[in-house]
């Protein structure tokens, strides 16, 4: 039973939401947003090319480091995930569609040397600017543990109080862990809408430093 709720909780963060009917990305822009995200995994979130991600990022990113302490990996903005996988180039959904501005979707599962690291699904804002797709923003939207427990935005743990009465992760009865599950597909339809009013505001206040950066 845990096991197939989990599947369908997988299933659910990485659907598009229900709100990203239109418009629908081009297949040169699926393609743009491909090679994008192949590089940015790869060079950013597995740490193979710093300096080389840089190019990659938008002011939702960079605006709040700068290129040498990002290049130096003291300042980098981005969870750093040991991905398994040599193309990431369609490994990822469009979950909101909207001219120049696309939330993504993403299951990273761990390589071989990081056994123990969790399945952890992430979003992903990417932008077109100047012609060209960048990454604006990016942030786990749910972690996958063993049992079928699952971390989101909203901590889907017991609450202090269902700990000082007794009740263990194993004790969670399935009408517990279907709320779980009904509470994640709330935030799948939710959270991708939010962040992607949250970074285009953020975006506009940092253009300038972007530029500068540039």
Request: charged share 15%.
């Amino acid at each position: 039973m845990k096991r197939l709720l989990l599947v369908v909780c997988a299933a659910l963060v990485l659907a598009p939401a229900a709100s990203a009917a239109a418009p629908a990305l081009t297949p040169a822009e699926h393609a743009q947003i491909g090679v994008l995200i192949d590089r940015f995994v790869k060079d950013a979130v597995r740490r193979e090319n710093l300096p080389a991600a840089w190019s990659l990022l938008g002011p939702g990113l960079s605006g709040g480091t700068t290129k040498a302490g990002w290049s130096s990996g003291r300042s980098v903005t981005v969870t750093q995930y040991p991905v398994k996988g040599d193309d990431f180039r369609n490994a990822w959904t469009a979950t909101v569609v909207a001219p120049d501005d696309v939330i993504v979707a993403m299951m990273f599962h761990p390589d071989a040397a990081h056994p123990r690291v969790p399945q952890t699904a992430f979003k992903a804002e990417v932008i077109r600017r100047g012609g060209r797709w960048i990454v604006n923003g990016f942030y786990p939207a749910a972690t996958f543990f063993g049992g079928g427990h699952v971390e989101g935005p909203a901590d889907f743990q017991a609450s202090a109080g269902a700990r000082s009465t007794g009740v263990t992760q194993g004790q969670v009865s399935h009408r517990s862990f279907a709320i779980a599950v009904a509470a994640i597909a709330a935030v799948v339809v939710l959270v991708p809408l939010g962040f992607w009013l949250y970074t285009r505001r953020r975006a506009r206040r940092a253009m300038s430093a972007y530029l500068t950066h540039r």
